[in-house]
């Protein structure tokens, strides 16, 4: 079996799909039916976290063949090669949602069972080819925490970290396979290690890195606000390895709204690890997730959150808009939000993080910055992305996945265009 470059040569797709929303149910079932009419005759196998919430769902969708929740992703390798009465194997998950029987209506082979009984992360990610610049290596899985709104802990099991000799070795092989950036990622990446015994924290895994691995950069994924630490603040700001970007979700700058999703900070705890980054590193990029429509938020508490987020100094933010999830808190809370009121509050905040990062983008005009070249997107320009998370052009052809010192000489449509210095 071997990747092939267009569709229409696959004997096999594989779907992995998100839960986190109705929206992404949605648009997963979408690409199923889509891969199933472009090429009736391909073998489907779908996965993920869709895949493991309601496995039942997506098997009686026409043309699928397999489903793999999360607790058998690690073995769709075998499951896939595997002689046809092992394929017919059936394993009934039993989570939050309830379980299945032998009676539900299934069409397809399922592979999932309770995700909370996996206690370490069994596998480290695949990667795509070299064709891509920044590979995604993800050392957690997994949430202990429990946000009213979140179906990822049922869907994804409590909190794994990947050893730090594993990791290791997963960064050595992509150095050796010429890769020069990696995203460091994870569900709850700042979790990293407190599984543990004893115990490790995830500043302990960076210095690991920085001192045993030679990679030129790492870019932290999300990190929540807790794990903010000063130590891991200064870390950041003591190492040019380490890109200049913090993602710190924040979900609302409302305390009333923040406690009903059960967050773990309040607003002023939020806006101080902010602050820290910004007076430490004046240039980074800073964003967060928000999300608007939460059950209870009025437009007072809504505007409260609105004019936290005015005042802080992101640089982007990811907005979205609450979808109930099934078996959560939140789904049954009162107050639920009108969508026509919820689309209108995302349209607001989208505005304002556009102002934000035009402001910010604007602000290099005239400097230097260091870029990763990603792709060569048009005849005479290179397609690269900041240390600081800016989307930059590159006058003249350039390979991907070098590292290079620009000057930027305007803005434009959301990008920045510089020329090559070194």
């Given at each position: 079996?071997?990747?092939?470059?267009?569709?229409?040569?696959?004997?096999?797709?594989?779907?992995?799909?998100?839960?986190?929303?109705?929206?992404?149910?949605?648009?997963?079932?979408?690409?199923?039916?889509?891969?199933?009419?472009?090429?009736?005759?391909?073998?489907?196998?779908?996965?993920?976290?869709?895949?493991?919430?309601?496995?039942?769902?997506?098997?009686?969708?026409?043309?699928?063949?397999?489903?793999?929740?999360?607790?058998?992703?690690?073995?769709?390798?075998?499951?896939?090669?595997?002689?046809?009465?092992?394929?017919?194997?059936?394993?009934?998950?039993?989570?939050?949602?309830?379980?299945?029987?032998?009676?539900?209506?299934?069409?397809?082979?399922?592979?999932?069972?309770?995700?909370?009984?996996?206690?370490?992360?069994?596998?480290?990610?695949?990667?795509?080819?070299?064709?891509?610049?920044?590979?995604?290596?993800?050392?957690?899985?997994?949430?202990?925490?429990?946000?009213?709104?979140?179906?990822?802990?049922?869907?994804?099991?409590?909190?794994?970290?990947?050893?730090?000799?594993?990791?290791?070795?997963?960064?050595?092989?992509?150095?050796?396979?010429?890769?020069?950036?990696?995203?460091?990622?994870?569900?709850?990446?700042?979790?990293?290690?407190?599984?543990?015994?004893?115990?490790?924290?995830?500043?302990?895994?960076?210095?690991?890195?920085?001192?045993?691995?030679?990679?030129?950069?790492?870019?932290?994924?999300?990190?929540?606000?807790?794990?903010?630490?000063?130590?891991?603040?200064?870390?950041?700001?003591?190492?040019?390895?380490?890109?200049?970007?913090?993602?710190?979700?924040?979900?609302?700058?409302?305390?009333?709204?923040?406690?009903?999703?059960?967050?773990?900070?309040?607003?002023?705890?939020?806006?101080?690890?902010?602050?820290?980054i910004r007076a430490q590193m004046p240039d980074a990029a800073i964003g967060a997730d928000v999300m608007?429509?939460?059950?209870?938020?009025?437009?007072?508490?809504?505007?409260?959150?609105?004019?936290?987020?005015?005042?802080?100094?992101?640089?982007?933010?990811?907005?979205?808009?609450?979808?109930?999830?099934?078996?959560?808190?939140?789904a049954s809370m009162p107050s639920q939000v009108p969508l026509t009121v919820a689309h209108e509050r995302?349209?607001?905040?989208?505005?304002?993080?556009?102002?934000?990062?035009?402001?910010?983008?604007?602000?290099?005009?005239?400097?230097?910055?260091?870029?990763?070249?990603?792709?060569?997107?048009?005849?005479?320009?290179?397609?690269?992305?900041?240390?600081?998370?800016?989307?930059?052009?590159?006058?003249?052809?350039?390979?991907?996945?070098?590292?290079?010192?620009?000057?930027?000489?305007?803005?434009?449509?959301?990008?920045?265009?510089?020329?090559?210095?070194?």
């Open positions: 079996m071997h990747r092939v470059s267009q569709r229409e040569h696959a004997e096999l797709v594989i779907l992995n799909t998100c839960t986190v929303t109705s929206a992404a149910d949605q648009d997963a079932r979408a690409a199923i039916r889509r891969a199933r009419r472009e090429k009736p005759d391909v073998k489907i196998l779908v996965t993920g976290c869709y895949a493991q919430r309601a496995p039942e769902e997506i098997a009686a969708i026409d043309g699928v063949t397999w489903v793999v929740g999360n607790s058998h992703k690690h073995q769709i390798g075998n499951i896939v090669t595997a002689p046809e009465g092992f394929a017919n194997r059936m394993f009934l998950p039993v989570t939050q949602f309830g379980s299945l029987t032998n009676s539900s209506p299934s069409f397809a082979s399922i592979y999932a069972s309770d995700i909370f009984a996996h206690t370490e992360l069994l596998a480290a990610p695949v990667f795509d080819g070299i064709e891509r610049t920044r590979p995604n290596l993800k050392i957690q899985d997994g949430c202990d925490n429990r946000c009213s709104f979140c179906v990822i802990p049922f869907v994804r099991g409590n909190s794994r970290s990947l050893k730090v000799d594993a990791i290791l070795c997963e960064l050595e092989g992509l150095e050796r396979a010429g890769y020069r950036e990696v995203v460091i990622s994870g569900i709850n990446l700042g979790r990293w290690g407190r599984d543990f015994s004893p115990q490790l924290r995830f500043t302990d895994l960076l210095v690991e890195i920085l001192e045993r691995s030679s990679i030129s950069k790492l870019r932290l994924s999300s990190i929540e606000p807790m794990d903010w630490s000063d130590g891991l603040i200064q870390l950041m700001t003591a190492s040019p390895r380490i890109a200049r970007h913090a993602h710190v979700p924040l979900q609302s700058g409302s305390d009333a709204i923040l406690r009903k999703m059960h967050r773990k900070y309040r607003p002023w705890h939020y806006a101080e690890k902010i602050e820290k608007v429509g939460f059950p209870g938020e009025t437009d007072e508490l809504f505007r409260e959150s609105l004019s936290f987020i005015e005042r802080l100094p992101f640089t982007y933010l990811h907005v979205f808009t609450y979808s109930p999830r099934p078996g959560t808190p939140a995302n349209r607001a905040l989208r505005e304002l993080a556009a102002e934000k990062n035009r402001l910010f983008r604007r602000s290099f005009i005239g400097r230097q910055l260091d870029v990763i070249t990603l792709k060569e997107r048009k005849a005479d320009s290179t397609e690269a992305l900041s240390d600081n998370y800016l989307r930059v052009e590159i006058e003249g052809v350039h390979s991907p996945n070098q590292w290079l010192q620009v000057s930027v000489r305007s803005e434009e449509n959301g990008v920045l265009n510089c020329s090559r210095l070194t």
